[in-house]
């Protein structure tokens, strides 16, 4: 058998040394969250599972999709013998819900949050010798918690999908020595033509010194030196000489690799890895948001990472990178990665290819709107896992802003509760722990920063009647020019704190059902917003109906339409869910190229 998802997990920060853990580990289901009592720390399992895909994914082998409200992982490992550290530790990718891991029957850590990574130290194992690990993963669907996407119900059903109980991401073993680098945080500085980095150091780093150097392929270009025990996290700044300064940008995605050593006193190395950047900018000019300076409109689509046999775990590294492709040839040059935080890999695909990102959190609906909205409760916890998500990701060039929370919901004479709590304490440790990218502080309705960077709308045609839904949808983005844009409200009650002349955007619009004549037996129950196109070319006219009103809009600096592939109900993606084409690209991409004229303005 093949190693499931062989590739390395950490793309932007790696060592050469690592054991994937991935493929056959025991398992077993708890369904009434029993297992300490029932001893299921020692007691043998009754079925394997093939990590990194949960179990109700058909990949996982397992197939169960029922709610589970505890599940257990065991597997047996052996340390290569000819691995020299000074600690060794494991890594999750991502384990849903609230994981706790423990290593030859010793409690070894514990992480709550199903979205972002964890790592536990494997104590007192030598080179050589095997160590037994267990994981339980408690997931209580009824519980509130951030859950993205995944349905409190049996099934998928309207906006809600498949859920994922446990290990989704890749698992994987790491000897370190006793100094080693944590992940570095790497700022791009355009205005100045250099990288910013800060070394978090793991364990006593006092009289050693960082050597850093900027490369092109084995072609040195830059390289700078700093002392550790001065500062907590030591600085050091890469100057990219003129000759060798290359811009970040979509269409022309340039990086440059950098390598960090780490040596003692004695000019030993205590430890290396390898990272890369892309020099770019992202500011803001009055309405419009610059990219290295320039305006340029963000044709965004809705990703929201999910596939049949995998769920919320890509069967391949290749299907992340095509969806990326695929999303590319249809004309967007981005995507809202939609209520979950994805895998690290596609942001190492998005950052090659150039693709733009906005990354999100999964908590769709906090505050009472939506088919989860008893289930998804904001929680202390939202800031926690929210700033790891962040932490994971800040050095990726390919994200151009962040949006901790999509379409909360609360009027605004309600009474102030946790939700405006959360709200404002998301954005403000965003913007503490990142202050290179704008923030959106709610995608769509309940906006309560008011002086958030960016404001945005929801927006779908819901009347039935096509041509008076069309007509309204365009009346109600044309007075954007004179500072009224379309906003979010419940009934005629206001949900958001006013508009202040932000740049603005429809992230979300569009969404109509269009089902491929081979697909039309199996499309009861299924669903988009409001009336169907009546033939392909109808479904063409409305798409470039919606975004010519929004490409034409001069105080519009992008949009997001939904979606890229139909995901269980919802049929309403350009591909479909087995990423199957429906729409000819060429079209799809000229009547999106328009853009192109509002990016020169």
């Known amino acids: 058998m093949s190693l499931p998802r062989p590739e390395y997990p950490r793309p932007q920060?790696?060592?050469?040394q690592w054991l994937n853990l991935n493929g056959p580990w025991q398992f077993e289901i708890d369904a009434g969250d029993s297992g300490i009592q029932r001893d299921l720390l020692n007691a043998p399992y009754s079925q394997i599972i093939t990590v990194p895909f949960c179990p109700e994914s058909s990949l996982s082998n397992?197939?169960?999709?029922?709610?589970?409200?505890?599940?257990?992982?065991?597997?047996t490992v052996t340390v290569p013998q000819e691995w020299q550290y000074g600690t060794l530790w494991l890594h999750f990718g991502a384990v849903d819900y609230d994981a706790t891991v423990w290593i030859n029957g010793k409690e070894a850590g514990r992480h709550r949050g199903g979205f972002t990574p964890f790592s536990v130290p494997v104590d007192d194992v030598l080179p050589g010798q095997e160590f037994t690990v267990v994981v339980r993963a408690r997931d209580d669907w009824r519980q509130p918690k951030a859950k993205g996407k995944q349905s409190g119900r049996y099934a998928p059903h309207g906006c809600v999908y498949t859920r994922t109980t446990g290990i989704w991401q890749t698992v994987w073993l790491e000897p370190l020595p006793s100094t080693a680098f944590k992940r570095p945080r790497i700022t791009p500085d355009v205005a100045a033509s250099c990288f910013h980095l800060e070394l978090p150091l793991l364990g006593c780093a006092r009289d050693c010194t960082i050597d850093?150097?900027?490369r092109i392929g084995e072609n040195v270009i830059a390289e700078a030196r700093t002392a550790t025990g001065v500062d907590f996290a030591p600085r050091i700044i890469l100057r990219v000489p003129d000759e060798h300064l290359k811009l970040w940008e979509p269409g022309n995605p340039f990086l440059y690799d950098i390598t960090l050593n780490l040596r003692d006193r004695n000019g030993e190395l205590v430890d290396t890895c390898d990272s890369y950047a892309g020099l770019r900018s992202v500011a803001i000019d009055g309405?419009?948001?610059l990219l290295n300076g320039k305006p340029v409109f963000q044709r965004l689509v809705l990703d929201q990472g999910y596939y049949p046999d995998g769920v919320m775990t890509a069967p391949?590294?290749?299907?992340?990178?095509?969806?990326?492709?695929?999303?590319i040839e249809v004309g967007f040059n981005g995507a809202r990665l939609h209520q979950k935080v994805f895998e690290e890999r596609f942001l190492y695909h998005a950052d090659r290819i150039g693709y733009l990102v906005w990354g999100e959190f999964g908590d769709w609906g906090c505050g009472g709107y939506g088919p989860n909205n008893n289930h998804q409760k904001p929680t202390a916890t939202y800031i926690t896992q929210w700033l790891e998500a962040i932490e994971r990701d800040y050095s990726h060039p390919a994200i151009i802003g962040w949006c901790p929370l999509n379409e909360t919901w609360q009027r605004l004479e309600d009474e102030i509760v946790e939700l405006d709590d959360v709200t404002v304490g998301m954005y403000l440790a965003t913007k503490a722990m990142d202050t290179s990218r704008p923030v959106l502080d709610a995608s769509g309705y309940s906006h309560r920063v008011p002086f958030a960077d960016v404001y945005d709308s929801h927006d779908y045609i819901t009347n039935?009647?096509?041509a008076k839904g069309l007509e309204e949808f365009r009346v109600r983005h044309q007075d954007l020019v004179n500072g009224k844009p379309f906003l979010n409200d419940e009934g005629g009650h206001a949900i958001s704190v006013p508009y202040r002349d932000q740049p603005y955007w429809v992230s979300e619009f569009g969404g109509f059902r269009w089902v491929p004549e081979a697909q039309r037996d199996n499309s009861t129950g299924t669903w988009g917003y409001g009336s169907d196109p009546t033939t392909l070319e109808d479904f063409y006219e409305r798409f470039k109906a919606v975004c010519d009103i929004l490409l034409d809009n001069p105080d519009m600096f992008g949009y997001c339409y939904t979606q890229l592939t139909d995901v269980y109900p919802e049929l309403n993606g350009i591909y479909t869910f087995d990423r199957r084409q429906k729409f000819d690209s060429q079209r799809l991409r000229a009547i999106q190229s328009r853009a192109a004229a509002i990016e020169k303005r």
């Not at 920060?13 to 050469?16: A, D, M």
């Not at 397992?62 to 597997?75: E, I, P, S």
């Not at 391949?316 to 999303?327: C, H, N, Q, V, Y």
């Open 464 to 466: 039935p009647d096509w």
């Open 316 to 327: 391949s590294d290749a299907a992340l990178e095509s969806d990326i492709r695929t999303s």
């Open 62 to 75: 397992v197939k169960h999709q029922d709610f589970m409200l505890a599940v257990w992982y065991r597997r």
């Open 13 to 16: 920060f790696v060592r050469s």
């Open 287 to 289: 309405k419009a948001v």
């Open 212 to 214: 850093a150097q900027l």
